[in-house]
């Protein structure tokens, strides 16, 4: 299994250079692809920040990646429930960091971020520190 990088997923979602976008595609269709949350966070940073595009577009891009049978994401289950509740609201780092806490058994996520608390719908118990 080949892990891939962000760049390879920018390149499919957003096609703004087709032969980088094909060579990607050949990349990730030759075999198991391995993508990682972190560059599943890049991802959405570059596709929000350089792209301008909207969350609801970026989860929905992001969502069909991990459904493609060549596709393993690790921590899907989390990942998937960061994906489904950024695209409602709030911040995708912050979702997936709690999702990730949460599948890792935390039962508490110390922040001084008081935004947060306000995502933490499901998972640990957010506290906010001072």
Do not use: C
């Not at 560059?39 to 959405?44: D, I, K, P, Q, T």
């Not at 577009?57 to 899907?76: F, K, N, W």
Request: charge should be negative.
């Amino acid at each position: 299994m080949r892990a891939v990088d962000t760049n390879l997923l920018v390149r499919l979602l957003v096609r703004d250079d087709e032969a980088q976008a094909e060579a990607a595609e050949k990349a990730i269709g030759a075999g198991p692809a391995l993508i990682l949350p972190t560059v599943l966070l890049e991802a959405e940073w570059v596709l929000r920040s350089r792209y301008l595009l909207p969350r609801h577009r970026i989860a929905e891009g992001l969502a069909t990646l991990m459904g493609q049978p060549e596709i393993t994401v690790a921590s899907s289950a989390a990942v998937a429930r960061a994906l489904a509740a950024y695209a409602r609201k709030g911040d995708f780092a912050d979702h997936l960091h709690l999702a990730l806490a949460a599948e890792q058994g935390a039962t508490a996520f110390a922040t001084f971020d008081r935004a947060l608390a306000a995502l933490a719908d499901e998972g640990p118990a957010v506290e906010v520190i001072g």
